[in-house]
């Protein structure tokens, strides 16, 4: 099974600094983040799609000479090459993100194999639209949808793999078989966060979230309406690594704000450090 990404390089990748600034929001900033994703998902897609390409580790593995993989006897369609967090789901804005990945990334990567991107274009186009389709009821919470939306990932991929299947058999030189894996690798990732000195209310926002809500038109410090912080403790793990702005705030009055870098391999509890003395 191949390993996500930033997962097999660690920190270094996921939470590399922005290198360019991410679009400018268009028309009026929406009241809240996950209100304007749900209420124009094709536009919400449009624009986390953008912001996906110009990720660093995107970018980083874009640049890459040879798909991830290469080598092994099968390359696993559907499984995460990078991951990104994207912080609360209300919108389920991150099944935009993980269909954008796709988009991005699993089509350069088939490309790499040997592919002719022409038509791994029409295959992965197909998939995309079909998918955006299925995905605007989900993202507006209708009855059902997210069982609808699980059939077509289905429906979608093993179309894909099988398309993907015929046109290597008429290929003279064979590249890797792609198939559908019955898991991907998950190694699992759980961080619990402190502060120190102890007792500090934590909230985070993930570095997409916050360049999501950039893009918006809204300031990720309010976190009203860059409604994509999510609260930290010792009982609240994070969930995935990278970097992320934190906020926090103690019981005396004091508070602190910043970045941190959240790394795979670091001890199970993360402790944010306190602020900085007063000058």
């Known amino acids: 099974m191949r390993m996500p990404l930033c997962l097999a390089v660690g920190l270094a990748l996921c939470s590399q600094p922005a290198t360019a600034a991410p679009p400018a929001?268009?028309?009026p900033a929406p009241q809240t983040s996950t209100a304007g994703i749900r209420a124009d998902p094709a536009a919400g897609y449009a624009l986390v799609k953008r912001l996906i390409a110009g990720l660093p580790e995107v970018a980083e593995r874009l640049a890459a000479a040879e798909a991830a993989g290469t080598g092994s006897e099968v390359w696993?369609?559907?499984?995460?090459i990078v991951t990104?967090?994207?912080?609360?789901?209300?919108?389920h804005a991150g099944l935009l993100v993980d269909l954008a990945l796709m988009s991005v990334v699993a089509r350069a990567e088939i490309v790499k194999l040997g592919y002719a991107k022409v038509e791994v274009d029409r295959i992965l186009d197909g998939l995309e639209a079909k998918r955006l389709a299925a995905l605007k009821p989900v993202l507006r919470d209708a009855t059902d949808a997210d069982i609808a939306y699980s059939k077509v990932q289905r429906e979608t991929e093993k179309a894909a793999v099988a398309a993907f299947a015929k046109l290597r058999a008429g290929m003279k030189r064979k590249p890797m078989r792609i198939v559908v894996p019955e898991e991907c690798f998950d190694e699992g990732f759980s961080k619990s966060v402190v502060t120190e000195p102890p007792g500090g209310k934590v909230r985070l926002l993930a570095d997409f979230a916050e360049r999501l809500c950039r893009a918006q038109g809204l300031d990720p410090a309010d976190p009203a309406r860059c409604d994509r912080w999510t609260a930290a403790d010792a009982e609240a793990a994070v969930g995935h690594w990278g970097r992320y702005r934190y906020a926090i705030a103690w019981a005396d009055g004091r508070s602190a704000t910043g970045t941190v870098d959240i790394a795979v391999d670091q001890a199970e509890t993360v402790t944010i450090p306190p602020p900085s003395p007063p000058r």
């Open 76 to 80: 696993d369609f559907g499984c995460p």
């Open 25 to 27: 929001s268009v028309g």
């Open 84 to 91: 990104v967090a994207a912080g609360p789901d209300a919108d």
